[in-house]
């Protein structure tokens, strides 16, 4: 068996591990194996990063180009990421016969099916666990290990910078500014937070779930993203005193042949399993007919978990090749132009925390019972607090099961009231 | 592409769901995966469960010649378990060419090098993701998805009877017998529940992790296996006051060099991850060099849950053989003799919870104490209790980091002093 060489584009924190995980691990896949392959081209604008790494008999250049026209390489790894030379250098590399290991979720989110056509144009896997979940082997179990399953749900903590963000406001009781202010200086955070924290992260990956669970392409676009700018402590106090805990949810699920997709804060039973992940730790709870409730859970970022899911698609692509079956698990589904339905939000049914700001007057509880119930909302418990500062008191109420619409109309009339001070928060409840 | 046709041996509880999520998913398998299988025979002693079953054309019989000598059919599913027939049966149909998917962790766990070796042999596959965890995909994530990590420890709650015993056990403060009875009622436990409750079923499932992750067969026998029995309402009591929870572990650890594997209750930490799987749930706990802890949990027994994880085996194979790629991850070490240095027990380090049986005396705690210091081990905590009933008091220890060979040597002596009144109650600490 002749060596496969790998060419990999770009050295920074994922590119780094990838070279360190290779460097390690290459022996192993040699002669545990009988995989031999080679990392053979490393390409990065900043040239005084291959000083740290521990590149073995790579050549180093500058110049995309170098692993593009190399003939020899049968396998790129794109770590640049974001879409546009992410993109370019994607599809050149696909459109030459090469196969492509990718961590981009932006790229896969926003351009998968022009992607996943020019690897099956071409005869070549595109491969992208690190996309979703880091380290978390996400992908390969939704494509294979569950394939047996139709998988109706999917509920998932998929951003560490937000669960940190969440889980330490809940620890210490702290406001959003000064834990976001932390979370940068120990490097949970970048700093130019908003992809995250803006719930545009957890978006990109939500779309790539949906897309593997539905068979259909789902457009980063096209389902509601919100982030969690907007959680203030008093909301995590009372969520606590009301036993529920709240953190940043892309959710995915079936409905009647149509396809509900939001990401957004969710109240979360303290008892939850999704509960207990705290800090900068990601999970994913499935739900398949068969195999029912599966959850995976690990460190959805870094260096070396994000390079352990890459090492493991280089391996599978090495596997495909060697085993002469280069696209062995196809992504027909992203160009196959299938439509799903999406399910507006507003046509969803959940549980609600609703907390109003409100003046301190007599009869504004029952004017605010009483919007609810006229658009049949039933209420399963208030809490009303002492004003703590600012305008207005606090009046929280939790619903049964109740239609978005119906509450969206509510709250319509609500804020329109006198005594109504500031915009009603809305958290979703999740069981 | 010509249609893969699949034996199935043992139409059971498994067998069934086997054939239930293949009635279901094989159009599915056909128009969006491009894989054109079918189950073309059925074979099990009992006629009368065909009639429940929805087998489609397959034909159904009693002999499991009939299959074994039908060659147009590629793969055979084992779902009888036990290693008389069962291991009769799989070599035969690897000698005969044909791949094999098993749920058959005995199988696995005792006869794994001669098996593998025919499968080698024969150049054909032997999968068996449904034998450890049910629908987890515990093997697939560590063959596959870790490959670019050394999985430096494995902890797991893997036997869904003991777990469902201990769970109730805590909530409800009940004894042992009194919760093993329910357990059987609600068919969580078998009428001869030896297996599960003296820790048989989790010693196969921890002797296949134990090979996966040294790379060499870890056979089963080769290593303590204690199960649930001797565990008192009391301990549990004691556990909780003391911020622990009891719970059946497979632990597997490298350990400058060697292996350390062991089956017996330990006690976590309330807030460890591991405490908060609960009733028939399973959880494996991996760590690995480069993608730090991964939890894997799920339902680790019943039909559909374990018919899960068959059908990816399935379609593995099936993709294997459409791909020309027939023995796509091979499981040489089975086969290689390579020897690995088994860590015995009395060379482990770990903290213990150690509950004594004394006589109402002055000076017996002084006596423990100096027995224990004796042999260098330093006390975390002590709790005396209050005689609660039958002969002596309870007397709890709690050490810091000590060795075996030291706490038995302790023990040893204690229990020679005229104030022992029973024999110790010693369960590992895992943090």
């Known amino acids: 068996m002749s060596t496969i060489n ?6 920074g924190t994922v590119g780094g591990g990838v070279i360190r995980v290779l460097d390690k ?6 002669s545990e194996l009988d995989l031999d392959l080679k990392l053979s081209r490393v390409v990065d604008k900043d040239l005084e990063r291959f000083t740290r790494l521990p590149a073995g008999g790579a050549v180093c250049s500058s110049d995309v180009n170098d692993i593009l026209n190399d003939e020899s390489i049968s396998v790129v790894v794109e770590l640049v990421g974001g879409t546009g030379f992410a993109r370019a250098f994607v599809l050149d590399a696909l459109k030459r016969g090469k196969h492509v290991v990718t961590a981009n979720k932006a790229l896969i989110a926003q351009h998968g099916p022009e992607i996943f056509e020019a690897a099956a144009v071409n005869n070549v896997s595109l491969y992208f666990e690190a996309s979703v979940g880091g380290g978390i082997p996400v992908i390969k179990s939704i494509r294979e290990s569950l394939v047996g399953n139709d998988i109706f749900s999917v509920r998932t903590i998929i951003n560490g910078t937000c669960n940190y963000i969440l889980s330490r406001m809940t620890a210490q009781g702290l406001p959003f500014a000064d834990v976001l202010k932390q979370a940068q200086e120990k490097g949970y955070a970048e700093a130019d937070p908003a992809l995250d924290i803006e719930g545009g992260d957890t978006g990109h990956k939500a779309a790539i779930l949906a897309s593997l669970v539905s068979g259909s392409y789902v457009s980063y676009g096209n389902f509601p993203v919100e982030g969690i700018t907007h959680i203030s402590k008093d909301d995590i106090e009372f969520a606590k005193e009301l036993g529920y805990t709240i953190k940043l949810l892309g959710i995915i699920k079936k409905n009647n042949g149509g396809l509900d997709v939001r990401v957004h804060p969710a109240m979360l039973p303290a008892g939850h399993i999704l509960a207990s992940v705290s800090d900068v730790y990601n999970a994913v709870l499935l739900e398949g007919d068969a195999v029912g409730q599966i959850l995976l859970y690990g460190r959805g970022a870094g260096e070396l978990p994000t390079a352990s899911a890459v090492v493991s698609d280089i391996i599978d692509v090495v596997r495909n090749i060697t085993g002469n079956s280069p696209v062995r698990v196809p992504m027909d589904y992203y160009r196959s132009g299938k439509q799903i339905n999406m399910i507006p939000v507003e046509k969803i ?10 003046s301190d007057n007599p009869g504004v509880l029952a004017s605010i019972a009483n919007h609810l119930g006229s658009e049949g909302i039933s209420i399963a418990s208030v809490m009303q607090k002492e004003k703590s500062g600012g305008s207005g008191v606090p009046v929280i109420f939790i619903t049964h099961n109740a239609s978005e619409k119906g509450i969206q109309n509510a709250l319509g009339k609500i804020e329109k009231e006198k005594y109504a001070r500031a915009a009603t928060q809305l958290i979703r409840i999740e069981e």
Do not use: C, N, P, Q
């Open 6 to 11: 790998i060419g990999l584009v770009g050295a």
């Open 25 to 30: 691990r290459l022996g192993y896949f040699k």
């Open 349 to 358: 049914e959940s549980r609600y925390y609703l907390r109003f700001t409100v």
